[in-house]
């Protein structure tokens, strides 16, 4: 039978809710089979054709569904690999309603958002613990108490604690004890005033995680408990830490798996979060202590105004620092402003290594062929992902190939020589909704090649997102002027990886997938490793 912990979120949004449902997920992980869902109150089907400004990277899964950057978070922490089925959206569950709506499953009745939405959303979480599996399945309810849109959700795990009893649902309420300048004191009220929230829809937590920039007092943990009706030993603090990793430890170290195990009715394995817990140390006294060394990784693309939007690509240089023992400083570099004039070897001074993300549409394009092309002519150590391999395909060509006009059709569809095409099953797709190559795909690894070696296998499974691909027409002038292709698709048609042999470059490496989706703090992603390794030896010799 499984086990339910509801995650909501009081006061404000950004608080990290996906972080503290990843971390518990992170404890409990060792010891029982967990599972995760996401609730999101937007209408969007799914999120897949939202601007990554407005919503943070999207996040793929390995049946390609396009999802919330929270996915990220259950994959590195959990190790949870989610399904489509687990983001849920009110876009997907009023679809799903209103097509049972126009077959006539309703009978006859008036359909009405309780009970039919609401069982439409239980239905779904009890279909998710079973096809996982899971002994625990954690729901992270997004926005914040008291929005309208994520009411529904409200009702429907009210609804869900009734049906399976109170010994088998837990309510972790995340909140925010603000110290307002000034007055220097932990303020409670905000948090009693979201707890008033969800008690007048039936909600009545069973844990409380306050953010704040400090620990909470004994005092204030007590009135908290006292004026939100919990154990006092179930208010914890999510004190602001350096590194999103030091979490479950935090809640470790506070008492948490007792409050779980005492709810639950669980027995929790301690051990299991051991090696964790020591990578996340060392990242984070890398970050803050300055002392180590330190190399610059610039992501160069078109997306830097948010943070988020790289979400992934940066998760994936921290895990390389903690095993790599180095402090990555990650440095957003705007491609558009070399369009605009700026100097190449301006916009990429002090840098060791160079990324240059994902992406879409000709706006930093350019300027990305530019910093390849310096990368590469100045033996900077590269890494391409997506449209970074395309682009770097383009360089190649326009440089080395005397294809001078080379480009993706994407950018220019006019171009003579026409590098980058759409795939072929992409040429009669019309919506933009979920209809990209998308999830997992295999690629099979050159013999020899760096990435061969750097994945320690002769094939990889990566996650994709993109239209268009290298064109075969242009595979053999690509190889005969020294590029290697050291990926594959199975079907020989679909180049995966590319590469610069060892001794043109120190590394000069690049993939149509999207690796980073998959990188672990236990287990950084491959490509990522041998890059931040590069950057290390050029910043610091081979030792
Ligand atoms: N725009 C490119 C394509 O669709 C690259 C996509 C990406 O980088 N995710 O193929």
């Not at 609730?39 to 919330?68: A, K, S």
């Not at 992406?359 to 590269?382: D, N």
């Not at 590098?419 to 997992?440: A, F, P, Y």
Request: glycine letters at 10%; proline letters at 4%; hydrophobic letters at 40%.
């Amino acid at each position: 039978m499984t086990k339910f912990i509801v995650v909501t979120g009081g006061v404000i949004s950004g608080l990290g809710k996906g972080v503290l449902t990843a971390s518990i997920g992170k404890i409990l992980a060792p010891s029982y089979k967990c599972a995760a869902v996401k609730c999101d109150g937007y209408l969007n089907v799914d999120p897949g054709t939202m601007n990554p400004i407005e919503h943070g990277e999207v996040y793929v899964l390995d049946d390609g569904t396009e999802c919330d950057m929270d996915f990220g978070h259950y994959y590195r922490f959990m190790g949870f690999s989610a399904k489509k089925s687990s983001n849920l959206t009110m876009g997907k569950i009023f679809q799903a309603i209103l097509d049972k709506e126009r077959k006539g499953e309703f009978l006859g009745k008036t359909v009405q958002y309780v009970p039919h939405v609401t069982d439409e959303i239980k239905q779904r979480f009890y279909k998710i613990a079973k096809d996982e599996a899971a002994d625990v399945l954690l729901i992270e309810i997004g926005g914040t108490v008291g929005d309208l849109e994520n009411g529904l959700y409200l009702e429907a795990v009210r609804e869900l604690a009734w049906e399976q009893g109170r010994d088998n649902v837990m309510f972790v309420h995340l909140s925010y004890v603000p110290i307002p300048t000034g007055v220097h004191e932990q303020k409670s009220k905000p948090t009693q005033l979201s707890m008033k929230l969800l008690n007048e829809i039936g909600i009545w937590p069973d844990a409380i995680v306050c953010r704040c920039s400090e620990y909470l007092t004994e005092k204030v943990k007590n009135k908290i408990a006292l004026f939100c009706n919990v154990d006092e030993g179930s208010v914890f603090t999510g004190v602001d830490v350096s590194s999103v990793y030091l979490i479950p430890g935090e809640l470790e170290k506070q008492g948490f798996i007792k409050t779980l195990e005492k709810k639950l009715h669980l027995k929790i394995n301690p051990a299991g979060l051991e090696k964790w817990n020591s990578l996340a140390r060392k990242m984070a006294e890398l970050k803050c202590d300055g002392k180590g060394k330190t190399i610059s990784i610039g992501i160069c693309g078109k997306y830097t105004a948010l943070g988020d939007s790289y979400a992934s690509v940066v998760e994936a240089l921290y895990h390389c620092s903690a095993n790599l023992d180095v402090n990555v400083c990650v440095k957003m570099i705007d491609t558009e402003e070399i369009e605009k004039g700026k100097k190449v070897s301006d916009a990429v001074k002090g840098l060791d290594g160079v990324i240059v993300p994902g992406g879409f549409g000709t706006r930093g394009w350019e300027g990305k062929i530019k910093v390849i092309e310096y990368a590469r002519k100045k033996e900077i150590p590269f890494l391409g992902i997506c449209l970074g391999l395309q682009a770097a395909v383009c360089e190649f060509a326009r440089n080395e190939c005397g294809l001078l006009d080379a480009n993706s059709t994407e950018m220019n569809p006019d171009a003579n020589a026409k590098l980058i095409t759409l795939m072929d099953e992409q040429r009669n797709v019309v919506d933009k909704g979920g209809t990209m190559r998308l999830g997992s795909y295999e690629a099979n690894l050159a013999k020899g090649s760096i990435v061969a070696g750097l994945y320690k296998a002769d094939n990889a499974f990566e996650r994709h997102r993109h239209r268009y691909e290298v064109n075969p027409n242009y595979h053999a002038v690509l190889l005969e002027k020294g590029l290697v292709l050291s990926g594959m698709s199975p079907n020989k048609t679909l180049v995966e990886f590319i590469e610069l042999p060892k001794n043109k470059h120190p590394y000069f490496v690049a993939t149509q997938a999207h690796p980073e989706l998959k990188s672990k703090l236990e287990a950084p992603a491959p490509t990522f490793y041998g890059l931040v390794k590069a950057a290390k030896e050029k910043a610091f010799g081979k030792k």
